[in-house]
Nanobody, 119 residues
Framework: VQLQASGGGLVQAGGSLRISCAAS????????MDWYRQAPGKQHELVAG??????TNYADSVKGRFTISRDDTWVIGLQMNSLKPEDTAIYSC???????????????WGQGTLVTVSS
């Protein structure tokens, strides 16, 4: 399973940006997909997640500003509004997927995309 994140870039504080993550490979089902981020000198942080049923969850720090969505069968998006300098980080996606050679779902990670918010 490969995960490709895209859409990162530089935006001013208060602006918006949308990033996407596309999964590919021999995937039977995607149980859930999540966005994580890591800022310099900070812990890896769960930002938002979406289950196969469409249930979503968000970190308190982004509630009301970020929206996760399933754009296609294997593609998720993260709409980020009212961005703050503290949102600056590398955003990576994780997928819990079932593949033909395994009876249990496993986690797979993508490389991430850089989001920089200037003040």
């Amino acid at each position: 399973v490969q995960l490709q994140a895209s859409g990162g870039g530089l935006v001013q504080a208060g602006g918006s940006l949308r990033i996407s993550c596309a999964a590919s490979g021999s995937i039977l089902t995607l149980e859930r997909m999540d966005w994580y981020r890591q800022a310099p000198g900070k812990q890896h942080e769960l930002v938002a997640g979406i289950s196969s049923r469409g249930d979503t969850n968000y970190a308190d720090s982004v509630k009301g500003r970020f929206t996760i969505s399933r754009d296609d069968t294997w593609v998720i998006g993260l709409q980020m509004n009212s961005l703050k300098p503290e949102d600056t980080a590398i955003y990576s996606c994780k997928a819990m997927a079932r593949i033909p050679s395994s009876s249990l779902p496993r986690n797979y990670w993508g490389q991430g995309t850089l989001v920089t918010v200037s003040s």
